[in-house]
């Protein structure tokens, strides 16, 4: 992780998962699938560009997520 996460963890554990539907009409940005779920940004995640966005945008164009399919 980025120096800047300091204090922050990675969690590796089996999800349970919860099922989120969202109204937007815009399209999210899907970024992994596992045979069972899809993992996404909402389409507006970063509307309101808050402090560290640009980070955000930094981490998730390279393809940070690996998807463990057991």
């Known amino acids: 992780m980025p120096s800047s996460w300091e204090g922050y963890s ?3 554990e089996n999800w349970a998962g919860q099922y989120i539907i969202d109204a937007n009409q815009d399209k ?6 596992s045979s069972i779920y899809v993992f996404a940004l909402p389409a507006r995640y970063n509307f309101a560009y808050p402090t560290g966005f640009e980070e955000v945008e930094s ?3 390279g393809n940070p997520l690996r998807i463990a399919d057991n």
Do not use: A, F, T, W
């Open 10 to 12: 990675i969690i590796i």
């Open 28 to 33: 999210d940005d899907e970024i992994g699938r």
């Open 59 to 61: 981490i998730i164009s």
